[in-house]
């Protein structure tokens, strides 16, 4: 097997690990210290050996060690080598290897099975690591990420816009590609360009508790992959994915406002009909190659994944119209990767990926309420993407290493392919009836939207220089200490209509927000509203970091891992056209994010079999560009509202209007989104902000019940103590937007409130998402046929506070600018209060099994791997918008109950044959992945509003009377507000049966 090559102990952007230890003792039979044995590590992907000696109380330590399986070998003066086979090495941990040296000659030569224990019991920190031996052949997807799940606490959750780590939202992990930072700028999950094909992947480790000094910026799990390597021998692998629509089942049906009865109070399930259901084909051929350029000194790994999606679908449109579209959609992988070992104490690495996507030809909505006049063909969209890194470690003697680590990730994204001309239109209300008969239409798209991104590039380099130092001193010591940099940048051009976007409210009335109007305004048919959304300009910025750590080995029974770090981060401002200098940016100096760790592993026998485990931490968020690309001067979002008085300016109002406050009929206000917060002039940013903190505890045990089996118990404890938002109150000319620590600051001041409001407004309550679970778990390492991971889970997650990514918006991934305080009622509830209770995505209990058994005959190889997760449903809350476009909790959170306990069963079946006896090497592999093998339609999440949407908002008096208590229904009776005839109605189900095949070759 091809092993990850060396990597030392860099630092990165935020100190991912690339590599593991091998540590240990040698002793002679009578237990005493050997010094000065010579300890030797071999693998086929290690250029040279490793060697190191014992010191004087015949510990040894291994720092460099990439992930794989070794032989190590033992051998002193006057004793009998001892050799031990498949010791495994892991991803940021310690394996602990001692060796008992009997008398004899050094050229005797002993040969054991490998005792390595699997618990690290010189770390206090909390990770799961996988090898490709385990996730070769579970049921998985295409992408490294998917291998997240199994860590105990960790799961996809749609609502919480990712992967959800110990409470935390998908906004708030990091993700790691050979040592560089992969993650989103904007928002901070992972594109899927990124999602590096697993063919590729020799080993994913997931962090997910108290991580050392090394670390920042990641608030919920820090995921590592490293890449494959060549070796002395060559080595490949051919094959392909292929999948289709008669491999899926049907899909799900889709709530949503009955668009074709002439009215909008009835609702429906559009299910497709047989010649609606799409129609679609994946090839996904993947090819690597691997071996020696100069052996034993310059090793090359290959990869190519490119990945080609057909599409047909057959709409009816909601006019009567149908229609055949084609879309193709393409992705590739290109990787190339160099391992060099120029000369004994230099080691060198190299990775170099191409991963563009792009698209031809767009669908129209399935449910026929996409605008039937679109050219559809025509449009398209390309992202070119690549990832450059590279590390240099010198090894200056066996105490100390420096390392240095650079990377550069370029992404962009265009969409201007074959725009059309015409303006987008969509009407709501009664729109079937009362405009003129040739202007009727069903509610939806009458002229699709179109947007337009000329360009939206982002660029993040990495630069990182650290060394580690080991000595003993009240035990053995190893200092590391660094430095890292994390240049990032955005250009932008995009806008969301490119000819401009007017929506028609046949009949209906509009709830005026601003002082600019008052009560609920109309024309003779109604009112319609001209929208103008973009994102425009340029931002960079460079943060910076420093750590120090020192995990230190008391003795055979204590470890303490005692660690200080502090960043100085910096988020820029869009310079725009016209501008010539961008407003002030968010600094924080180097004081303002000190953050300690601190850890202690107690081994009771001293014999690296068990471990009992605390640790303590702070954690500082390092914030994303979704900021200052909403509230720095990016975003551009202003709304007209006119009276609807002739039918006819459905025909005039076309493209873009040079003056859209000069539109046909009445204006009754503008209202601007996105009115920029860091203008100096206007005083929005809170002069005392402070970065988003969270304290996170652990403790845990675990124990090795046999060299093949580990059992483990954890309790973890994260706390948010402040995050920062954009909180907003309504001005003359709209929302207005601080910049603050809700809960601190400005937004504590009850007198600001008076001036910004008036009377009777409270101050924003703090931010609040406490964390706590238990989790029980057993890890099985291969043998006897069969391996597995399984774990339970029970948690808590309680508060008012989803996180970065927002479930209680269906995991909106806008950082630091969701809608938690975008008005002071936000999330209050009919008593006047604000409504806290268990998060949207809180599951009490999970059980996740994770297994292969695998059975051989003369026919082949043959694997069986389920992959089982029962999960509790997740809370339920009503929702009514109120005042403005912001909701309210009026009954609490968790109202409607929970959605169905959730359970899933997927299954990978896979043979594998070697069709020449005199070949060993060369395999051919057939494979067949069912992912929910039972086809069951567990209802996921309800549709939670209360008020209809055509409908606006629950207005009030006075905004202070939002705080007096009141009663929903009551007070939509009074104002003529229609109940949602869809509120509680099941919206969204587990996805559909889906099978994929896999044919390959390795040799």
Known sequence: MCLALVTLLAGIAVGQETTGTIAGQVIDASGSAVPNAKVEVTGPSLPRPIVVTSDSTGQFQISQVPAGIYVVTGTAQGFSSVRKNSVPVNLGRSTRLDFKMEVGQVTESVVVS?????????????????????????????????????????????????????????????????????????????????????????????????????????????????????????????????????????????????????????????????????????????FNLAGPILRNRLFFFAGFSPSTTNTDRYVVFNDGNTGNYHRKEFNQSTIGKLDAVPFGKLRLNSTWIWNPS??????????????????????????????????????????????FRGGYNYNNNNTAYGLPSFTSIYYSGQSTTIPPADLRAPNGYIQNPTSKTLFDIYKRTNLNADASYTFNWGGQHTLKGGWQANLLSNSVNRSDWANGYYRYYWGLSWPCITSQCSGSQTGTYGFYRYRQIGTYGDASSTNHAIFFQDNWRVNKHLSLNLGIRTEREYLPSFSVAGQTTAAPPIEFSWGKKFSPRVGASWDPK???????????????????????????????????????????????????????????????????????????????????????????????????????????????????????????????????YLIANPGYGVTASAANWLSWMGPGIPTSPKAQRDYDAVEFRLDKRFARSYNFTASYTWSRLYGNYSGLASSDENGRTSPNVNRYYDQPWVGIDQSGKYAYGRLATDRPHTFKFFGTYNAKSKFGSTTFAPNIQVYSGTPLTTEVNVVSTTPAFPYGRGDLGRTPVFYNFDVNLMHEITPFKSHEALKARFELAVFNLFNSSIVTDKNKTLLHENDGQISFDNYADVFKGFNALQLMKSQDLRTNPMYGLASSFQSPRQLRLQVSFLF
């Open 114 to 286: 490998a005792d390595a224990v699997l618990v690290d019991t010189n770390s206090s920190s909390s990770a799961v690591v996988v090898d490709r031996t385990f996730f070769d052949t579970l049921p998985k997807g295409r992408g490294f990420d998917s291998l997240v799940a199994l860590a105990p606490g960790a799961r996809s959750e749609g609502k919480t816009g990712g992967y959800q780590v110990d409470g935390s939202s998908g906004s708030e992990n990091t993700f790691y590609l050979e040592g560089l930072e992969v993650g989103n700028v904007q928002n901070g999950t992972l594109d899927k360009r990124n999602q590096i094909p697993m063919e590729m992947i020799q080993q994913v480790q997931v962090k997910n508790g108290v991580m050392e000094a090394q670390y920042g910026g990641a608030m919920g799990g820090v995921v590592n992959a490293v890449l494959r390597s060549g070796s002395n021998d060559i080595h490949g692998y051919a094959g392909f994915y292929f999948n289709n629509s008669a491999m899926q089942a049907r899909p799900r049906p889709v709530l949503q406002l009955d668009p074709t009865s002439g009215s909008d109070d009835t609702y429906r399930y559009f299910n497709r009909s047989d010649k609606q259901v799409d129609q679609f084909t994946t090839w996904n051929p993947t």
């Open 358 to 403: 792009y698209g031809r030809g767009n669908l129209p909505n399935a449910d026929g309420t996409s605008s039937f006049t679109s050219p559809y063909s025509g449009l398209g969209n390309y992202s070119p993407g690549n990832v450059i890194s590279g590390q240099a470690d010198y090894i200056v003697n066996s105490k100390l290493i420096l390392s």
């Open 606 to 736: 001293g014999d690296g079999k068990m471990r009992v485990y605390g640790s303590f931490g702070y954690f500082y968020d390092i914030m994303k560009y979704e900021m200052p690309r909403g509230s720095f001067g990016g975003d551009v979002w202003l709304e007209y509202y006119y009276s609807l008085d002739d039918p006819n300016v459905v025909r005039t109002n076309t493209a873009i209007p040079a003056d859209p406050r000069k539109l046909p009929g009445k204006l009754f206000e503008v209202v601007n989104w996105r009115i920029p917060s860091n203008d100096p002039s206007a005083h929005l940013i809170d002069p005392d902000l402070k970065p988003m903190k969270q304290r996170m505890m652990d403790f845990g045990v675990e124990y090795s019940l046999n060299p093949m089996l580990v059992g483990a118990v954890r309790y973890t404890n994260r706390r948010l103590i402040r995050t920062i938002e954009d909180t907003g109150y309504i001005g003359a000319d709209g929302e207005t």
